[in-house]
């Protein structure tokens, strides 16, 4: 399927089989039972493992035992974060760079909530393809639009209801690593742009460039080895902005977390290692101030 089946794209489809392996872990942290059909789906990644008893080496496999645990825990702490979001007011979501997301049909959201999926028209398309096969229902209005976040997405997203006057939670989960510097620094001061009082914010980054000892960590040379993925072409190369920071000067209230900060909150999950390859990740949260709650 165009879109899935290759360079960042592929992505998509290794996060959703960590999601399904997880799934079926005994002390999940999250849920998703569409997971394995897109990864069952896509020639590119038919064969790999969706469940614990099909990972060669089981958690000590670096690709699906490490890494594989960090997708699971950011999926668990993102859907805590909008779920906290819209009962607190949100009454708009966006998910940046949405991919293989199903929290428009997983997640138990409060009445006339919309969500709008933001991604490439080929990732959209094999999406939509897997999901009206399993007459999949959402649990939410759904909003899907077809286009590149290197491009004009603010007047997509707004010609397909989006109201800028209302309290939004935003996601870019696993997007800004991939973006060159010049896009991530434009979708900040979008989202600023498009965001009332009240509006929320979490996407994930990773701090500087890696050395060459954590560039040969085991999590990317499996992944490179067992799936074809290599994490370390994808990522963007330009020196990173400090979102965060320039957040902080358009108004905004940010907290930064360590993913191990959250391993140790729900007693599972990947811990620091030598030469970690998830050492530079940060997780984001932010608020625009105001008389929402």
Do not use: C
């Amino acid at each position: 399927m165009p879109g899935v089946e290759g360079g960042v794209g592929l992505t998509a489809l290794m996060v959703a089989a960590a999601r399904a392996i997880e799934t079926h872990r005994p002390d999940a942290l999250a849920a998703d039972a569409y997971a394995e059909h897109f990864v069952r789906a896509a020639k590119a990644s038919a064969a790999w493992p969706v469940r614990p008893a099909e990972v060669p080496d089981g958690d000590a496999n670096p690709l699906w035992g490490r890494l594989g645990r960090y997708f699971g825990l950011r999926t668990r702490v993102l859907d805590d974060f909008l779920t906290r979001s819209v009962h607190a007011g949100a009454r708009q979501v966006v998910l940046l760079g949405a991919g293989l997301d199903t929290r428009a049909f997983r997640l138990g959201w409060p009445a006339e909530r919309v969500v709008y999926e933001i991604d490439r028209d080929g990732v959209l398309a094999f999406k939509h393809q897997v999901l009206d096969g399993l007459a999949a229902i959402p649990t939410a209005t759904r909003r899907p639009i077809a286009t590149d976040l290197r491009e004009d997405w603010a007047r997509s997203l707004l010609s397909t209801g989006f109201d800028p006057a209302v309290p939004t939670a935003w996601l870019a989960e696993g997007l800004l690593l991939y973006l060159p510097s010049t896009a991530e620094r434009r979708l900040i001061d979008t989202v600023d742009h498009l965001s009332a009082e009240g509006s929320t914010l979490a996407f994930e980054v990773k701090l500087g460039v890696e050395s060459p000892e954590i560039r040969a960590n085991p999590v990317y040379v499996a992944t490179r080895q067992q799936i074809g993925v290599d994490l370390l072409a994808l990522f963007d190369g330009e020196p990173r902005p400090d979102s965060a920071g320039h957040l902080r000067e358009l108004g905004w209230s940010t907290e930064t977390h360590t993913p191990f900060d959250f391993t140790r909150h729900h007693g599972r999950g990947p811990l620091p290692e030598p030469n970690d390859a998830l050492a530079g990740n940060r997780w984001i949260f932010a608020n625009k101030p105001g008389m929402y709650r």
